[in-house]
């Protein structure tokens, strides 16, 4: 029963252990009380109800708690406002040199900005025993030592505080000793062994005891350890220390192995018994492991990393014991000093890492702490901004800097801040440190669309292919994102439905809808708008000027062909054609071996309207044959046109005139049977006579058919009457095989249009008959 009471208690105690102590200051600080070892998450205080606000406020406001320090100890659930552990405290860990554990914390709100401090106090929970620095203690005490002869033993530590730290000391039934009991100056508890009974080495050589130590918690917890006496002979002079206390002082970046002091005991003794060798007694650990001691010359030396900042004064005892196990204590003052070792910590508490262009000055970017763990000038900090950067810092409370715009920022002449603060303390050797903060600037749609040119001219020949692109017109526009796309439209005049040209919406191309004639339209100017694409859109506006320009002969088109044939072999049959004489020279070309007549440069108005081209043709025979064609040009602006001019100077053909052809054809169509059937014999000896000459003139074949060349379109193929052995003939085209169409008909697959077209040869071409056949019947 007394067990399952102990337990109910210890539920209870677990259950209201957690005392919260809200104390409202003036500089409104939430204080409260934490025993140590709870489990993670465990209950601290109601923030929402102690500060008088809902948990939505909490939320809506982005409260969050930070600690002081690197480690984060509690947690702050905005849901219900309540504040909770993160893990199990250990109270020892947390504050080892403390007997008050106090854990500072802030409460930090946006929207607006609000600190609030406060503190918990983690409470000692009796969950270490009293451990004494060895198991075995050994004295060596002389068989004449007097009864009331006291010995001091060394002291248990004990990790917990106040009345679970080390309370009580006990010893072990015996005939010799009692346990003396007495309390130092820093309130620290120590034992003394009290000689009862003088002792008698020839009895008994050694006295063993067992001295525990006890604490005060409920329940208590005690340590042990083994005191083994060591009876000695007679020493009837004991070691004398030069001084009871030694005060010193040692700065906390002093090195391993620099001396720190020198204590010295004097014993008049002679031999082992006035030999004196020195040892700590009743120190910490900690002490012992920052400093060393000569057991024979008494000297005290740094050998650990002395920090200001953990311990600024550590208490040494030291025990002078000679050959004769007489001993004598003194006590050693250490001081540690102050250097500045500790550059300035910044904390970023909150960062806002983009910011809009348009933000007004005074913006809080940043919210920021500094913090130096030295003393004096050493710890006081100063902050600043590195470079010529639009922003500032407005120190607040408690060391906590605002970093904030102070002028209007503009995203397009800078997208981004690289800021370096530095924050710099006020020792001798001054220690800084710096923290880099990204700041992106976002973009405001401040800037319109801007096209590269005023003025758009473009230009289009006339007779154009509907949908052609002619052209681009170009924005930019200097913001971000959607705010810099920009969109392309035609501003619609009033009055006007539609216009001739339409353009792409997205990258500005411009193209014309439908054919343009020069004649009827030489120019006209629409309104380009480019908009962006913010809310609400910027826009500009740019004029297009479409300008047409009549359609002409480009350099390289064709105009005709000269075919001619050679019937030698070799050679002799190798022909060449060449201009021998033109109106114009160098506007029209022949090819050396096809016999094509191209335009050597584009067609003018300046040139004149007809043209007048001599082709010679020339074999390679010894000595070379030649011959000659005339070809006449007409440059007009249309074939139509030129059709309808030849047939007005042509005379009216009689309508009876094509039954008398047929007539006169017929006749000729017998007349021909009969003499070729005569001439067959004749041109056979006629030509193997002539294969026997050295060479033969050049001629032309008699119909497009025995032409092989076959690069001219069949538009460009005539039939030809030649003379044979003449070295100079005229000769006309009397028909195409198929009628040159005039500008705007459809042609063949083969056809190639051309505003120049060429006339016969002889001048001879009856132009209204083909005119004729083209209209049909009037």
């Known amino acids: 029963e007394r067990e399952i009471h102990l337990?109910?208690?210890?539920?209870?105690?677990?259950?209201?252990?957690?005392?919260?102590?809200?104390?409202?200051?003036?500089?409104?600080?939430?204080?409260?009380?934490?025993?140590?070892?709870?489990?993670?998450?465990?209950?601290v205080a109601n923030i929402a109800k102690d500060l008088g606000v809902s948990p939505s406020q909490l939320a809506s406001r982005k409260a969050r708690v930070v600690s002081e320090g690197n480690e984060q100890y509690f947690r702050l659930n905005l849901n219900?406002?309540?504040?909770?552990?993160?893990?199990?405290l250990d109270r020892e860990a947390i504050c080892p040199q403390s007997d008050i554990c106090t854990l500072f914390?802030?409460?930090?709100?946006?929207?607006?900005?609000?600190?609030?401090r406060g503190e918990v106090e983690v409470?000692?929970?009796?969950?270490n025993s009293p451990v004494f620095p060895e198991k075995e203690m050994v004295l060596e005490i002389l068989e004449t030592a007097s009864p009331g002869s006291r010995f001091p033993l060394e002291t248990a530590q004990d990790r917990d505080v106040g009345s679970n730290g080390l309370q009580n000391y006990s010893l072990g039934s015996n005939p010799h000793f009692s346990l003396a009991l007495g309390t130092g100056k820093d309130g620290a508890k120590y034992a003394e062994l009290v000689l009862q009974r003088q002792l008698d080495r020839e009895q008994q050589r050694e006295v063993n005891l067992l001295l525990s130590a006890t604490d005060g918690g409920s329940p208590p917890r005690s340590g042990t350890a083994q005191v083994r006496i060591v009876v000695l002979d007679a020493n009837d002079n004991i070691p004398v220390f030069s001084r009871e206390v030694y005060e010193v002082r040692v700065a906390e970046n002093s090195p391993p192995e620099q001396l720190v002091v020198r204590v010295a005991a004097a014993d008049p003794d002679e031999g082992s018994y006035g030999r004196v060798r020195y040892a700590f007694t009743q120190t910490s650990e900690r002490s012992r492991q920052l400093f060393e001691l000569n057991a024979a010359t008494g000297e005290i030396r740094v050998s650990g990393n002395l920090d200001f900042e953990e311990t600024k004064k550590h208490k040494l005892v030291v025990r002078a014991t000679d050959g004769g196990g007489l001993s004598a204590h003194c006590k050693v003052h250490v001081e540690v000093l102050d250097v500045n070792d500790n550059a300035p910590e910044i904390v970023l508490t909150s960062l806002t890492a983009s910011i809009p262009e348009d933000a007004p000055p005074r913006t809080v970017v940043a919210l920021f702490s500094v913090r130096d763990r030295d003393s004096g000038d050493n710890g006081r900090t100063e902050c600043a901004i590195d470079g010529d950067l639009p922003f500032s810092l407005t120190p607040t409370f408690d060391n906590y800097y605002e970093l904030r715009t102070n002028a209007a920022l503009d995203r397009e002449r800078t997208a981004e801040y690289n800021i370096t603060i530095t924050a710099m303390d006020w020792g001798r050797s001054r220690l800084s440190s710096r923290e880099r903060i990204f700041v992106q600037i976002s973009d405001v749609n401040d800037n319109p669309p801007e096209f590269t040119q005023d003025v758009?001219?473009?230009?289009?020949?006339?007779?154009n292919t509907p949908m052609l692109r002619i052209g681009k017109v170009n924005a930019t526009d200097a913001d971000a994102g959607k705010n810099s796309r920009v969109s392309y439209a035609l501003v619609r005049e009033k009055g006007k439905e539609q216009t001739d040209v339409s353009i792409n919406s997205e990258n500005g191309d411009v193209y014309i809808l439908r054919p343009l004639d020069y004649e009827e339209v030489r120019a006209f100017e629409v309104t380009v708008r480019a908009a962006d694409g913010g809310s609400p859109a910027l826009s500009a506006e740019a004029l297009l000027r479409v300008l047409l320009a009549p359609?002409?002969?480009?350099?390289?088109?064709?105009?005709?062909?000269?075919?001619?044939?050679?019937?030698?072999?070799?050679?002799n049959a190798w022909l060449s054609y060449e201009l021998a004489k033109a109106t114009e020279p160098g506007l029209f070309r022949v090819g050396l071996h096809s016999g094509e007549v191209r335009t050597a440069r584009a067609v003018t108005e300046r040139d004149a309207p007809r043209h007048r081209l001599v082709v010679l043709v020339r074999d390679r025979g010894q000595p070379p044959r030649s011959a000659t064609a005339t070809l006449a040009i007409a440059l007009v602006d249309g074939f139509s046109e030129a059709h309808l001019r030849v047939s007005e100077e042509a005379p009216a053909a009689d309508p009876d005139g094509r039954l008398t052809l047929y007539l006169?054809?017929?006749?000729?169509c017998v007349s021909v049977l009969f003499l070729a059937t005569a001439a067959a014999a004749v041109f056979v000896k006629v030509r193997r006579a002539r294969q026997s000459m050295a060479g033969s003139l050049p001629t032309f074949p008699k119909s497009a058919a025995e032409s092989s060349a076959g690069s001219l379109p069949r538009s460009y193929v005539y039939d030809i009457c030649f003379s044979a052995g003449t070295v100079n003939s005229e000769f006309r085209f009397l028909r195409p095989l198929f009628p040159c169409f005039p500008a705007g008909?459809?042609?063949?697959?083969g056809d190639q249009r051309s505003s120049v077209c060429s006339a016969n040869l002889g001048e001879e071409v009856d132009w209204a008959a083909q005119v004729r056949d083209l209209r049909g019947p009037r």
């Open 664 to 668: 006169i054809i017929c006749l000729a």
């Open 105 to 116: 914390f802030k409460i930090f709100f946006e929207n607006p900005v609000q600190l609030i």
């Open 7 to 43: 337990q109910n208690v210890k539920r209870q105690v677990v259950l209201f252990v957690l005392c919260v102590c809200v104390c409202q200051s003036g500089a409104e600080t939430l204080r409260y009380s934490l025993a140590e070892e709870m489990e993670r998450d465990s209950f």
């Open 745 to 749: 008909l459809p042609h063949g697959p």
């Open 456 to 463: 758009y001219t473009i230009s289009v020949k006339e007779n």
């Open 551 to 571: 359609r002409s002969a480009e350099p390289g088109a064709l105009v005709a062909k000269v075919v001619a044939v050679d019937a030698d072999a070799g050679q």
């Open 80 to 88: 219900t406002g309540v504040l909770t552990v993160k893990e199990t």
């Open 123 to 127: 409470r000692d929970v009796n969950d």
